[in-house]
């Protein structure tokens, strides 16, 4: 496993930078559309458009065969929502819109919660469950470093939600990945393990974490009518969030990070 991660050279870095700035520039600019009586397909019209705009591909379109540009899941979707005219946000829902953008020869990986009517719109259960899935994707986060292992990462979120008491289930089937000139690579990064497992991450490794929380089961259920839309299996609510991350020379750098400061 470890000689198939590929080590990015600073040029490669840099190159790579744009295009997760894309992405994350994207991600800014959803927040500011989002409302009440849109449809995913309007979500998916609006990244698509953007994403060319600023120079760069986007990523998912026929990704093994996914039709659109992103990835829109609300409420009990929990990953790979495919954007459509007949789904309609409802005042409450939460939605994770998750972009990925092609630019340089290298893609740019991230993916936010949002709010539709507002944060005081949603229940107190559903944004605490956006707030804790966000705390876990940074106590991930912050254990990586070169010398240490992948199932640190997991292993801390894994820590992190249990220690909340709130009875939340993380998601096994679907994880994090290594990401550079290939939207998916080596590492796998797992969202639950043990410490000092894993493969060892060094300086110029780049991945994603990306940890799914349930309110409710751990458990999912992929539709076997397209084939992508994973939902929760009893139906509770669901969220995301994700970065691409850098493993320096002393710690990490979050390569999809605002330069607006919004996540």
């Not at 876990?136 to 820590?159: H, M, N, T, W, Y």
Request: aromatic content about 6%; overall charge neutral.
């Amino acid at each position: 496993m470890v000689d198939r991660i590929r080590i990015k050279t600073a040029e490669e870095i840099e190159l790579m930078r744009e295009a997760c700035q894309v992405t994350a520039t994207i991600l800014d600019e959803v927040g500011a559309i989002i409302r009440v009586g849109m449809n995913t397909e309007e979500i998916n019209t609006f990244v698509h458009r953007r994403t060319t705009e600023l120079g760069a591909i986007p990523s998912p379109l026929n990704y093994k065969g996914f039709p659109k540009s992103v990835c829109v899941s609300p409420n009990d979707v929990i990953c790979h929502g495919i954007p459509a005219p007949f789904v309609i946000l409802k005042q409450g829902d939460i939605v994770n819109v998750d972009v990925t953008s092609f630019k340089n020869g290298f893609h740019g990986d991230s993916s936010r919660m949002y709010f539709v009517g507002g944060e005081v719109a949603c229940s107190a259960e559903a944004r605490e469950l956006v707030q804790i899935t966000k705390e876990s994707l940074f106590a991930g986060i912050r254990e990586v470093a070169p010398g240490k292992r992948i199932g640190d990462i997991g292993a801390a979120i894994q820590e992190f939600i249990k220690g909340t008491k709130r009875g939340y289930g993380i998601v096994r089937e679907y994880t994090g990945h290594g990401l550079g000139r290939e939207f998916h690579e080596a590492p796998q990064v797992v969202h639950i393990g043990k410490r000092n497992t894993g493969d060892v991450m060094r300086a110029g490794m780049t991945f994603t974490i990306e940890p799914m929380i349930n309110m409710g089961s751990h458990k999912t259920a992929l539709s076997k009518v397209d084939g992508w839309t994973v939902r929760t299996v009893d139906g509770a609510l669901s969220a995301q969030w994700e970065h691409t991350i850098l493993v320096t020379e002393s710690g990490y750098d979050i390569m999809t990070a605002s330069s607006k400061g919004l996540f």
